[in-house]
């Protein structure tokens, strides 16, 4: 991701031989002869290219449809998702060009966005297999360094325009957080959502979360369900990471909330970290048939998983709170 940002930042090209372009070329020439089967090659060769966009999106539609095992729903689904692929293309066709924005400057300025998001995805992978504290200073150079081709810290011109002012605010905004970012990598923080987490007026809102007891191990876990079992004692167990942003907003914002927390009092709050990604904790998300972070799940008195109640990725403290409420423990 890194290799593919630079060519959008223009340091270096990336593009085929141009002896493949050329034979690309002349194909394409062949079949724009209007005819139905010149149209269905280009759809067909087309295809090869759109196919692999779409593959995650439609790996994700199809598990759902087969777990649902309703037939309409299935054709439906896959209908409506056909249509909104192709119905754009055919729009565009049909318009000759003229819905498409002319070629300009604006192409470039695409790009460096286009690389700056490929930057971001190479240290949100990163994240996973570098320390917190790494990861932490690397978005806050990712931050700090487009803010400043954003014109953050030149002076506009007289009689700007909108846009031109809308990309200095936002240039400002990433500037100012980056700043924030990078003080709290300099203070040993590793949480992005409370990059000053240890200067004083920070430490109230840190010190109102729950408390967990961690679980390294499916024995660990298997032994402090029965424990509370035998104590008539309900048990929520969190899956958390630290390269995980949506435990972090759980951890911040729902875990601190006061009725969150007054709903969770009778619980064992058991939290299993699998940051490291070992094998302990890859066989703790497969025992559950989780993939990853973040995952809440429940259980009762009796030490029976509430699977239906499990709440998968991040839900804010309302929200929370009312799943806490259908429980039936």
Not at 10 to 17: A, I, N, Q
Not at 33 to 60: E, F, Q, R
Not at 172 to 182: H, S
């Amino acid at each position: 991701m890194v290799i593919l940002s630079l060519a959008m930042f223009g340091f270096y090209h990336l593009e085929l031989p141009k002896s493949l372009q050329t034979k690309l070329h002349n194909s394409s020439e062949r079949h724009r002869d209007g005819s139905l089967w010149g149209a269905a090659i280009m759809g067909a060769l087309s295809s090869l290219i759109v196919g692999p966009c779409v593959a995650a999106p439609l790996a994700g539609a199809l598990i759902f449809i087969g777990q649902t095992g309703d037939v309409i729903l299935g054709f439906s689904a896959l209908l409506v998702m056909g249509l909104g692929m192709g119905v754009p293309l055919l729009i565009l066709g049909a318009s000759a060009g003229k819905l498409l924005p002319k070629a300009g400057d604006w192409l470039n300025a695409t790009k460096a966005v286009f690389g700056v998001i490929m930057l971001a995805v190479a240290i949100w992978m990163l994240s996973r297999v570098i320390p917190a504290e790494i990861a932490m200073l690397l978005w806050s150079l990712w931050l700090i360094l487009p803010s400043i081709y954003l014109s953050a810290l030149d002076p506009l011109p007289a009689h700007s325009s909108g846009w031109r002012k809308l990309f200095k605010g936002i240039g400002l905004v990433m500037l100012v957080y980056g700043l924030l970012l990078l003080i709290g990598f300099s203070l040993g923080n590793h949480n992005p959502l409370a990059p000053l987490q240890g200067i004083g007026f920070n430490k109230p809102a840190q010190a109102a979360g729950v408390t967990f007891q961690r679980v390294t191990t499916l024995a660990e876990l298997n032994q402090r369900i029965a424990e509370a079992s035998a104590k008539q004692q309900p048990v929520m167990l969190d899956f958390y990471a630290d390269w995980c942003i949506s435990c972090k907003e759980m951890e911040a914002y729902t875990f601190t909330d006061a009725t969150v927390k007054q709903g969770l009092a009778k619980f064992l709050l058991l939290q299993a970290d699998v940051t490291a990604n070992s094998d302990a904790d890859q066989a703790l998300l497969s025992h559950f048939n989780l993939i990853g972070p973040p995952a809440t799940l429940f259980f009762d008195r009796h030490g029976q998983e509430l699977s239906q109640q499990r709440v998968v990725g991040y839900q804010d403290a309302k929200t929370f709170a009312q799943s806490l409420s259908r429980l039936s423990l």
